[in-house]
């Protein structure tokens, strides 16, 4: 017996498998997830979204599953400036922000133009720059656990790599 595929609300799916929905458009568009509309709201097929995010997700692993990560819990909420961070832990200022625009490190609060952000995020990502530092080197994976080389690559170059020559 065949079984029809399930279908979510995109922004469903992109909050379930933990996607960010414009990136998740972006697959539709491209034609690298099936997709339909019912009702005026876009579907997309919940297992091809599934098997999407393992592998952007680093098979569903978080960098709040890493003992790097855990080791830091006293810091967790703990509000530092970027200017502090910068100073305390080595990282650039631009560095920062842009972890921060990915989403690697939250911000806890913001007094006026100044913003704080979690300790233990900085801390995290201080420990794991340290370890993989250099111009133009990627650090983190999409879903903030460290890159590995190999092991991360784009999807787009593993989709290329993956294809037969004729």
């Known amino acids: 017996m065949f079984t029809l595929p399930t279908f979510l609300p995109l922004s469903e799916a992109a909050r ?3 996607l960010d929905e414009a990136h998740l458009r972006q697959l539709v568009e491209k034609g690298k997830i099936r ?12 297992e091809e979204v599934k098997e999407r995010a393992e592998r952007e997700n680093g098979n569903g692993k978080k960098k709040e599953d890493l003992p790097e990560y855990s080791a830091l ?6 509000p530092i400036s970027i ?3 910068e100073g305390k832990y080595g990282v650039p200022n631009p560095t920062i922000v842009r972890w921060i625009q990915k989403g690697y490190i ?5 007094e006026g133009r100044k913003k704080l952000i979690n300790e233990r995020d900085i801390a995290y990502c201080a420990k794991i720059y340290e370890k993989n530092k250099g111009q133009g080197r990627w650090v983190f994976s999409r879903n903030g656990t460290p890159y590995v080389r190999g092991k991360s690559l784009s999807l787009r170059s593993r989709e290329l790599s993956n294809r037969k020559v004729i």
């Open 106 to 110: 939250r911000v806890i609060r913001t």
């Open 73 to 78: 819990k006293h810091l967790e909420n703990i």
């Open 83 to 85: 200017s502090e961070a």
């Open 16 to 18: 379930k498998y933990g």
């Open 35 to 46: 997709a339909g509309v019912v009702a005026g709201e876009m579907v997309v097929s919940e």
